[in-house]
């Protein structure tokens, strides 16, 4: 059996702005849906710098990746800068083998007018339904197989620079450090996918009990070998979450290269693992940690609605536990501070609705004239940017549950039903329905305590978290 080629994917991650107004673009969609199965298709490894999910880029990773891939797929829609660079060292380094594909409705940037792209519809709205897929799909799996029929004969260039500059001919990696390379992609591959297939028994309990060991041996054999791999040490870092092995990402976090650790988006995790874990154990030591990390991002990088949330939620879990200590004056002072870091977090971007649905509801629990009139002006922005998100073509689990606490908010019955049931579908990782319980929890505490009646919305708590009741 011939050995299948390696083909890098250069595209943006998530769901992007459209620079030009329209709704946001799901790129996972685009890959999943179309890019990848093309990719396989041709009879090719697709590999795509999945560390993105936590960290960014790590370049080391990145140029290897461009260098020794035979093949490469780079996305050039809405000109991502990110992209368009990793582009340009691709076409620096390889004469052939690189396809370029964008959504024709939005304009390419001059300098890559030149290329020969292969464009493609997002469909109304930028859902991406399957039809656009399949021919998108079918397209990239065409392009694939007759850019390998020409690399094999040698001719024809695709990059402008091999093509308009006569004598550039770097000199290539050595067939040693080309074939060592590859073979460590596809091993990391093979322990990517068995964390994926981990991570999804993540669902329910018995799934959990069944997969935790094995979680926990690939966690202390990937560590002890010291991996420095970002797309494994990420994947490992998400299985860990979804299992609630809060001690088990923290030793994950600490066992990350530093280039890795120094991430935002990872020490943003590392804050939400030690805070969790301080809520389970009662550790200060670990919640410290938690608003220290927080704290260093805020003062280098200065606010975000990622940082500003996470610390809202710390805030958050010190006022409960004030509160359950029946220690009036602090719980208010850490209600105070939750609120604020929410609401900053929230007007930072005003498209995350995380931060938005926790200000409003912890306004609506702090009570009083001035309190509820600053939280009637948010919930309408956070219910339009909700309802944004859920127009998009993948909305999650956590768009479905901001609808149901908004529903619970407004006293809206029939919508709070609609959005449990379609939460509780969308619903990834078993603490996620259970955070969304503790929130409908405070306001229904908060709202009884002023005399009003709340047994419906504690009928949606039991879907969403069917332990007993204390008391």
Not at 286 to 313: K, M, N
Request: charged letters at 25%.
């Amino acid at each position: 059996m011939s050995v299948q080629p390696l083909c890098f994917v250069l595209m943006p991650f998530g769901s992007k702005p459209d620079p030009t107004g329209g709704p946001d673009i799901d790129f996972d969609r685009v890959y999943a849906m179309a890019i990848k199965p093309g990719i396989v298709d041709a009879g090719m490894v697709p590999i795509r710098a999945d560390e993105e999910k936590l960290g960014g880029i790590i370049h080391k990773a990145m140029f290897e990746r461009l260098l020794v891939c035979d093949f490469a797929v780079a996305d050039l829609t809405t000109s991502n800068a990110n992209v368009l660079y990793e582009l340009g060292v691709r076409h620096a380094a390889r004469p052939r083998t690189t396809l370029t594909v964008y959504a024709e409705s939005h304009p390419l940037p001059f300098d890559v007018k030149l290329l020969r792209t292969q464009p493609y519809q997002l469909g109304q709205d930028h859902t991406f339904p399957e039809p656009h897929a399949q021919r998108l799909r079918q397209s990239v799996s065409a392009h694939l197989v007759a850019l390998r029929s020409l690399e094999q004969r040698d001719c024809v260039q695709d990059s402008p620079l091999f093509q308009l500059v006569t004598g550039w001919h770097p000199q290539p990696l050595t067939p040693d450090a080309t074939e060592s390379f590859q073979g460590q992609v596809k091993a990391n591959e093979a322990v990517k996918e068995r964390l994926r297939r981990i991570r999804s028994g993540s669902q329910s309990a018995e799934g959990r009990r069944a997969m935790a060991p094995e979680l926990a041996r690939i966690r202390s054999d990937l560590l002890a070998a010291e991996t420095s791999d970002p797309g494994v040490l990420s994947e490992l870092l998400l299985a860990n979450r979804a299992f609630e092995d809060w001690s088990g990402m923290i030793e994950v976090y600490e066992g990350m290269p530093d280039q890795l650790r120094s991430q935002v988006p990872v020490r943003q995790q590392a804050a939400f693992a030690y805070n969790r874990r301080a809520e389970q154990a009662g550790s200060p030591q670990d919640r410290a940690t938690a608003v220290h990390l927080l704290e260093r991002l805020e003062a280098e990088r200065g606010p975000s609605s990622e940082t500003s949330g996470l610390l809202g939620r710390i805030y958050k879990s010190q006022w409960s536990e004030a509160r359950r200590g029946q220690d009036a004056a602090r719980a208010r002072t850490f209600l105070i501070q939750a609120v604020e870091a929410y609401v900053r977090g929230f007007e930072i971007d005003w498209r995350d609705i995380y931060p938005g649905i926790n200000a409003v509801t912890l306004l609506d629990v702090q009570g009083g004239a001035r309190a509820l009139a600053r939280k009637d002006r948010l919930l309408p922005v956070v219910r339009f940017a909700t309802e944004q998100r859920l127009a998009s073509p993948a909305p999650d689990y956590w768009d479905q549950a901001t609808l149901l606490e908004l529903a619970v908010l407004s006293g809206e019955v029939d919508r709070a039903l609609d959005a449990l049931d379609s939460a509780v579908a969308a619903s990834s990782e078993p603490w996620q329905p259970k955070s969304t319980a503790d929130n409908l929890r405070i306001i229904c505490e908060a709202r009884e305590e002023r005399g009003q009646l709340t047994e419906w919305v504690r009928a949606v708590i039991d879907v969403l978290d069917p332990r007993p009741r204390d008391g």
